[in-house]
Every structure is written in C-alpha cells, then in structure tokens.
C-alpha cells in the first residue's frame, strides 16, 4: 500500500508541469507555463500635489488666506502653462494649535491642496517654480511623480516579450520530455502596469532639478501548450 501510495504522489506532483503525458490521446498532453516581459519608456505626464498651510488666530483668517494661497498658486501654475482644467482641488483641512499645556487652543491651520498633471514636461519645473513663488513660504508640496498616460505601445511590447518567454520555456520542457510542442491551447494574461519615479518635497524650494528618468512596463501571461 505504502509503494502505491508513493507511485500516485509522484504521478500527481507530474501532473503540475505535463498532464496526459501517459495517454495515447495527443489532445490530453499539455504543459503550462508563465511568460514574463518588461519594457521601459519616457514619462509623458508630471503629477504634483502641493498648495498652502497657515496659521492664524481665528478660524476664518486662517481659512481666507489658505483658500488666496491656494488660488495665487493655481493662477501662476496656469500662466506658467500648466492647464486649468488638469488642475483639481485635492484636500481641504482646518485644525486647532493648542498651547503648551495641550488644552487651551492658541490658534487654527488650515490648508488647501490641489492636484496638478503636467503633460508638457519642459514645463514642468518652470510650473512649479511659480507655485513656489506665488505661495511663498506658506507653501506646502506633499508628492511629484512622473507617470505613463498612454502605455498602449509599452504594454504590447511587452505582452509579445512574455509570450516569447512562455512559448520558450513551453518548447524547452517539451524537448526534455521528449514531445513536440503543438498548437496553443489557452492564454491568461496579467498586466503588471508601470512603476512610477516618485519625488518628495518636505519644503518649498527656490528651484526644481526634475529628471523624469524611465518608467518600467511589466506584463505576464500564463499559456497552456498541447503537446503530440
């Protein structure tokens, strides 16, 4: 019992790579494997986050001059190049200061973030140059990544480059098996999408050194083979 039971663990853990590899039936042979591909492009849009923090004795100047920040920094966003409409308002916020003693409030801040995509990117630092500027030193820049808006092209190079890599591998393991590799009998595929560059800004600076560098397009796909 002990020697069957040892045949049909080895049959089964088989089965994982070649199924049928024991019928007469061609139709029941297949392998299965996972092709992987990557690619690498340009970025083609800068997205940002930033706007104005300030603090003030009352709720409503601390709250009146986040909202003037915030629209001085938009406005010469836009006369910098960037567009209105690729400017969205992204967070608004208002908190008590409290005094030494962690009770008695001493005052309120309060800000007002917006979003901005910059698809030009020769603009892009000259764009956040002005956001500085105009903000002065009330402004606040939480985030700056480089992104892929159209990867059409990067994801189907790399999608031909995993199946490439999944038919060879699928070849390999038919000629270590003695078998021929035949017709395809199903495709998954999964899209790993792209890795964004991502820069941080804990403070406003005078000026910005932006390098967009590259974005990694990834791409995998799992093929059944028929094997004869």
Known sequence: MR????ICAAATG??????????????????TVVGSGKVQGTPDVLN?????????????TAV???????KAITDAMVTAGAKREDIRTSDLSVYPNYGPDGREISGYRATNSVHVAVRDL??????????????????????VSFGLEDNTKLLSDARARAFDDAKSRA?????????????????SENSGGSSPTTLKEAAPASTFNLEPGQQTVTF????????G
Do not use: F
């Open 14 to 31: 088989l089965a994982l790579l070649l199924t049928g590899c024991g019928s007469s039936d061609d139709g029941d042979r297949t392998v």
């Open 171 to 187: 070849q390999q393991y038919a000629d270590l098996s003695g078998l021929k590799l035949k017709s395809v009998h199903t495709i």
């Open 48 to 60: 940002a986050d930033l706007g104005a923090e300030v603090t003030a004795p009352d709720v409503s």
């Open 3 to 6: 020697r069957l039971t040892g």
């Open 220 to 227: 995998t796909v799992t093929v059944v083979w028929n094997l």
């Open 64 to 70: 009146d001059t986040a909202n003037d920040k915030a």
């Open 122 to 143: 020769t603009k892009a630092s000259s764009i956040l140059d002005a956001a500085v500027k105009a903000g002065g030193n009330e402004t606040r820049i939480s985030s």
